[in-house]
């Protein structure tokens, strides 16, 4: 994306905070063993309001600032250091490349931002997020209380930043929503890919191996999340990450993966037949499942309460229910007294964005926040059913989800994910074309 993209949204979120200041943290490379970190993924409030990547930097915003407006702390260039760890922009790229009004290095961070903080009533911080810094946040201001009889004052009032900044990113705009096209793309490829190449003794990491190829090589640097590759009864854990067992002849694979691209996410399940024909009960509960997905869908509308579209969902899965002799009773019994829980246990989706469970209040003064264009959700309705659950064993074992994510329009809904397909019949005929 475009700096100056970064540079919209910070004037953005200064002219709703008015005044004060705001203090925004990355994440700390996080240790993974011995002298191995794990890979590092900025955080996404930092990364939305900076572009900059690189762990040890903290953003601070003060609106109408004379000396400046937006300051980055960040790690300074060390040809030695840089030789072992990478490169690091240093702070002349980030007044350059970043767009910072002033750029320090991150060792002065104690020393300059109490000065920053000094005389400003409000600050606004992502409480809760970076717990030590937090901590740390608060040294510094009661170091300036201590001070008061110097003439200086202390700020008095303290705002989540979340409230505002979360609002923003909750409204995808255009080039937002490109990146998520894009991903999506990539994504339903890495999918395909897995449907190509399954076949019945391989393990499931073989095909995630595959699935995950593919996003690589799209310029993705890491999935969105830890890729969910369950065969057979795997398929009833929902966030199975194990990936180590065998694929079985007549079970069902389902896959939840999704490809990340300049920190977008993308969030994706697809079941289908390890080898490559749905069973008569694998397609009938598919077909039930894909039919509540329908329904789902047509209520993701500007207009509609964020729960019409659950609700939807499970109307279409408690009838079915009833239908194939799952469960028994009336349709709204078993929806009030949530029966159907048994078989499908979660909710029929969330918000996509940078964050694969991404942020905005669900809820507004205690009533299902209103649908609005540019909100982009998952929508993935499933149903799971193991050998405890007391049914004809023929269902047992079987685990399906299928997943799409989609953009609030201001008409119809933008569905970004069928560049694979869910109709049962289309992923067969794929499966079959790529079996010589
Ligand atoms: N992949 C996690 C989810 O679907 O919510
Ligand atoms: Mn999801
Ligand atoms: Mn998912």
Redesign the pocket.
């Known amino acids: 994306m475009h700096p100056d993209i970064f540079n919209r949204r910070r004037r953005g979120l200064m002219q709703l905070m008015g005044d004060g200041i705001a203090i925004i943290p990355t994440n700390n490379a996080m240790h993974r063993n011995g002298d191995v970190q794990f890979r590092f993924r900025p955080d996404s409030d930092f990364y939305y309001l900076t572009q900059f990547a690189e762990p040890e930097a903290v953003a601070v915003l003060i609106p109408n600032r004379e000396e400046g407006e937006f300051i980055l702390f960040c790690r300074n260039r060390d040809p030695r250091r840089e030789q072992w760890e990478g490169r690091r922009a240093g702070l002349e790229n980030a007044l350059e490349l970043y767009g910072a009004d002033q750029a320090y290095e991150i060792e002065q961070l104690e020393t300059i931002l109490p000065k920053l903080l000094v005389n400003q009533n409000k600050v606004y911080t992502c409480t809760g997020r970076h717990p030590d810094f937090d901590q740390q946040l608060f040294g510094w201001i009661n170091d300036i209380k201590a001070k008061v009889r110097s003439g200086v004052h202390a700020p008095m009032e303290f705002s989540d930043l979340t409230y505002i900044l979360h609002e923003l990113r909750l409204f995808k705009k255009s080039e937002e929503l490109r990146v998520m096209r894009r991903a999506a793309r990539l994504s339903a490829a890495g999918h395909r890919r897995a449907m190509q190449v399954c076949r019945p003794q391989m393990y499931e990491y073989e095909i995630q191996a595959a699935l995950e190829m593919t996003f690589m090589q799209g310029g993705s640097h890491y999935p969105a999340?830890p890729s969910?590759v369950a065969a057979g009864e795997n398929a009833c854990i929902l966030h199975y990450t194990e990936n180590q067992s065998l694929c079985q002849d007549g079970d069902l694979l389902l896959i939840?993966a999704g490809a990340e691209l300049e920190c977008y996410a993308s969030?994706i399940?697809r079941t289908f037949p390890i080898n490559g024909k749905y069973s008569p009960e694998q397609r009938d509960l598919y077909e039930l499942v894909l039919a509540a997905q329908a329904a789902a869908i047509e209520n993701v509308r500007s207009g509609k309460a964020w729960r019409a579209y659950h609700q939807a969902a499970v109307k279409v899965l408690v009838q079915g229910m009833l239908d194939l002799g799952l469960l028994k009773g009336s349709l709204e019994e078993l929806i009030d007294k949530e029966e159907y829980k048994r078989f499908y246990m979660h909710g029929t989706g969330?918000w996509l964005g940078m964050d694969?469970?991404d942020v905005g209040e669900y809820k507004v003064e205690d009533a299902w926040r209103v649908l609005e264009p540019g909100m982009v959700l998952?929508v993935?309705p499933g149903i799971y059913i193991t050998p405890s659950d007391d049914v004809d064993p023929r269902w047992h074992n079987i685990g399906i989800r299928i997943?799409d994510d989609v953009v609030v329009g201001k008409d119809e809904p933008e569905i970004l994910t069928r560049d694979i397909p869910v109709d049962p019949d289309e992923i067969e005929a794929i499966m079959a074309d790529a079996r010589p």
């Open positions: 999340y969910i939840d969030d399940t969330h694969v469970h998952t993935e997943e």
